[in-house]
């Protein structure tokens, strides 16, 4: 299986500030590389697609980057509703795999 | 704007089979692949499985030999079983729609916890 890690697990920020997520798969995945915000108590919800395209709807504010098996979500101007957890999810091969999750607190 | 529903027991006892049912309104079902992802209390995703609209399935190879995801068209729904489950199988089970040609899950379901316990 395609091993994703995550870092950090945990992010403290304040709003306005620009924040990094990284995400490493433990072999190549191409592009393949989805990015998910998850409120509490809510289901995940689809924000950017192919490692770098973001989907309909989504505020530009989000975007993604890809280095080899290094990936990057990057909010670049924190609202109080982007204080979720973030995952990442490789969809190179089965079985489909996220990552552990990065939870975004308010600092 | 494809809407899921997850429904079906919450309780579970052990060793007995899971069965939870979605069921999707807003758009036809033709062409996706219709799926289950589990998470278990303050953990984080797993992939369960999916069925394809033609019928053909894939699993979690960790979960193979106990689940079975099956479809029924005519009523808009797919369905899930997980069979001689233990308490590591108590989660928020989602379902979802996969989209044809990237193994992403575009709309999700609200989720329904499962708990496993005697």
């Known amino acids: 299986d395609i091993q994703m890690t995550q870092s950090p697990s945990t992010l403290s920020a304040s709003a306005g500030d620009r924040v990094t997520i990284t995400c490493r798969a433990s072999?190549?995945?191409?592009?393949?590389l989805a990015w998910y915000q998850q409120r509490s108590g809510k289901a995940p919800k689809l924000l950017i697609q192919k490692a770098s395209t973001i989907e309909s709807g989504v505020p530009s504010r989000f975007s993604g980057s890809a280095s080899g098996t290094d990936f990057t979500l990057t909010i670049s101007s924190l609202q109080p509703d982007d204080f979720a957890t973030y995952y990442c999810q490789q969809y190179k091969s089965y079985p489909y795999t996220f990552g552990q999750g990065t939870k975004l607190e308010i600092k | 704007q494809v809407q899921l529903h997850e429904s079906g027991p919450g309780l579970v006892k052990p060793s007995e089979t899971l069965s939870l049912t979605c069921t999707v309104s807003g758009d036809s079902m033709s062409g996706y692949y219709w799926g289950w992802i589990r998470q278990p209390p303050g953990k984080g995703l797993e992939w369960v499985g999916y069925?394809?609209?033609?019928?053909?399935?894939y699993y979690n190879p960790s979960l193979e030999s106990r689940v079975t995801v099956s479809l029924d068209t005519s009523k808009n729904q797919f369905s899930l079983k997980l069979s001689s489950v233990t308490a590591a199988d108590t989660a928020v089970y989602y379902c979802?729609?996969?989209?044809?040609?990237?193994?992403?899950?575009?709309?999700w379901g609200q989720g329904t916890l499962v708990t496993v316990s005697s």
């Open positions: 072999q190549s995945i191409n592009s393949w």
């Open positions: 979802a729609r996969r989209r044809p040609v990237a193994g992403l899950f575009d709309y």
């Open positions: 069925i394809h609209y033609s019928g053909s399935t």
